[in-house]
């Protein structure tokens, strides 16, 4: 199943690529793995746990280096959200100016890297399949980006190649930081053997891999790449990266970075908290100041990076959870947020909230749509942002002292200002774009017709996991938990 998963969106590039018709091919690809998804969440026994639909074939025995698959339940529900996604962006792909099989190869390129990444239980193949993702996403922005898209292709390709190879120094450090009779790739065997590792490199470890992982997640201060890259980026690649491939650094902090150093992430603890502050105050103050649609979305994205983090920093099952839900829940509210952006660029060729307003009145489907994308974001109830954020802060205010006001308890107080600037941005976004008086020339607009699907979609599974988010926390929990008593 899970070799099909990758193989899918893979042949059917190169299908593209040889002469299959793109956008049909893409599509039926991207149902597929959908399906193939479901059928694999529906197999999946989340009583017994563990990592299971294993597949595994030797390269380097010697070496410890497997093609090595499998899935537990935080893996499932990241699949779910790349096969969600990825249907969604090629649903809302608009008419593609010049080498269109190049355009939907590359899209489902990256959705191939996500996918690999997140069944990959082999450090090696779990680092390349993220890279895998990255090339196509370079030249989707750079080729059929809009704005000042060669000088974002180059910035994040900088920025991401950095995070990348530091990421990789980390990752080469922890399979050297074992006794060299113990050295595997295989991320079971590590999180088995975690105690094995070096004491005097574990924090010089995990400090890599924090900066790694947190460059490609956009953690603060080196978020800068991500919101011009989204603001340059096609509609369907902004909806990949920031819905789905951004996740894979909260991803590999989730599954290699606290089982295996536990201790050295406490550690670092109060660091991490100063950072996402940054993240969620600082950024979020810059959103507000934002002037274009894009703009605004792309640092609204980079703040609510600072609540995963922060339910990564709680330490316990119930902040760690909420951060796993909140990265499903983040990835498809962001989507339908930048799939809707879109669709206003393609009808009126600008997002700059001052030549726009007013737009619900010809487009009352885009505009309740973005509504309720909107509000998912804010985290209003209902949502499934709204069920993660409340574990999130509730973990982490937990996970404080006896005494008043603890570090992560400040921290955590802190972070709730972020939900009345979420708010405040969203509110005014909304506002500027679909309220207020119209401009003539925006009257004799079209709605949105077959391109309801997708948002409905996206938008259908946000409510889903927000009425009963108890679904997703029976599959993530027995995963959350294991990684929590990893030593």
Not at 363 to 389: D, K, Q, R, T, Y
Request: aromatic share 12%; with cysteine; proline share 5%.
């Amino acid at each position: 199943m899970l070799v099909l998963l990758i193989l899918v969106p893979i042949l059917a590039a190169a299908a593209i690529l040889l002469g299959a018709p793109a956008r049909q091919m893409a599509s039926s690809a991207a149902s597929l793995n959908l399906l193939l998804t479901l059928l694999a969440l529906a197999g999946y026994h989340s009583t017994q746990g563990g990592y299971q639909e294993t597949f595994r074939f030797p390269i380097l025995p010697e070496w410890g280096l497997n093609f090595f698959l499998g899935v537990d339940g935080l893996s499932l529900v990241m699949l779910l959200l790349t096969a969600i996604v990825t249907l969604a962006a090629i649903w809302v792909a608009p008419p593609v100016q010049g080498n269109e099989p190049a355009y939907f190869a590359c899209l489902l390129f990256i959705s191939a890297g996500a996918t690999g990444a997140f069944a990959s239980l082999d450090l090696f193949f779990f680092y390349a399949f993220h890279e895998l993702a990255l090339l196509p996403t370079f030249l989707l922005i750079g080729i059929w980006g809009s704005g000042d898209r060669q000088a974002a292709a180059w910035k994040i390709t900088v920025y991401l190649a950095v995070g990348s190879f530091i990421l990789l120094l980390g990752l080469l450090g922890l399979y050297l930081s074992f006794p060299v009779d113990h050295r595997t790739f295989d991320i079971t065997v590590l999180q088995q053997q975690a105690s094995l590792i070096n004491p005097g490199s574990r924090n010089a470890i995990y400090l890599t891999l924090l900066l790694g992982f947190g460059i490609l997640i956009s953690l603060f201060p080196f978020h800068t790449w991500a919101p011009a890259a989204y603001a340059s980026a096609p509609a369907p690649a902004a909806m990949l990266h920031a819905g789905v491939l951004k996740k894979f650094g909260l991803y590999g902090l989730l599954r290699v970075a606290l089982p295996l150093l536990p201790d050295s992430a406490r550690h670092y603890a109060g660091l991490l908290l100063v950072l996402l502050i940054g993240n969620i105050i600082y950024v979020g103050l810059a959103t507000i100041g934002q002037k274009r649609l894009d703009l605004m979305l792309g640092y609204s994205s980079v703040m609510h990076m600072g609540y995963i983090f922060l339910g990564l920093a709680s330490f316990n099952i119930i902040g760690t959870t909420g951060a796993a839900l909140l990265m499903f829940a983040h990835g498809l509210s962001i989507a339908a947020l930048f799939a809707i952006a879109g669709q206003v660029r393609e009808r009126t060729g600008t997002l700059a909230f001052a030549e726009l307003g007013g737009l619900a009145k010809p487009m009352p489907v885009l505009g309740f749509a973005f509504g309720l994308a909107a509000f998912a974001a804010i985290g209003l109830p209902g949502f499934a942002n709204f069920a993660s954020e409340i574990l999130v802060f509730f973990g982490a205010f937990q996970n404080g002292t006896a005494t008043p006001f603890s570090q992560i308890q400040i921290a955590t107080t802190l972070a709730l200002w972020g939900v009345v600037i979420s708010a405040v941005y969203m509110l005014r976004g909304y506002r500027a774009v679909f309220q207020g008086e119209i401009q003539e020339r925006w009257t004799g607009l079209k709605d949105i017709t077959t391109l309801r699907w997708p948002l409905i979609l996206l938008l259908a599974v946000l409510l889903l996991a927000g009425f009963f988010p108890q679904i997703f926390v029976h599959l993530l929990r027995p995963a959350i938990a294991q990684f929590l008593a990893a030593k």
